[in-house]
């Protein structure tokens, strides 16, 4: 089934999230950005519609948890995740990524 994408989670930050929000929300999608305990006040993080805190301090403990993403894009209802080039590397320990809904 094909539905229409309204929410996209942003998994990145600083410029490159601003830049990837900036261009989602002159389409008309609503934004959420990620951010680790340490970016809670990074700009990506303020500029965003929606904010979602993933803990940690290092990305290691945040922003490359591939779980802890899709979990935020649950949390917010999000209907899609932009990659980042950091974030879509797979860390040890990490699940595979997914593609399936839900």
Do not use: F, W
């Not at 229409?4 to 989602?24: F, H, K, Q, S, Y």
């Amino acid at each position: 089934m094909n539905r229409p994408i309204d929410t996209l989670l942003v998994a990145n930050r600083g410029e490159i999230a601003c830049r990837v929000m900036r261009t989602a929300k002159a389409v008309g999608l609503t934004t959420v950005a990620v951010h680790s305990a340490i970016d809670a006040s990074a700009r990506h993080a303020r500029e965003a519609d929606i904010r979602i805190d993933l803990g940690g301090a290092k990305p290691a403990e945040s922003y490359l948890r591939i779980d802890k993403l899709i979990e935020a894009a649950k949390a917010s209802g999000a209907q899609a995740i932009h990659p980042a080039t950091a974030s879509s590397r797979r860390t040890p320990g990490s699940p595979a990524p997914s593609n399936r809904p839900g």
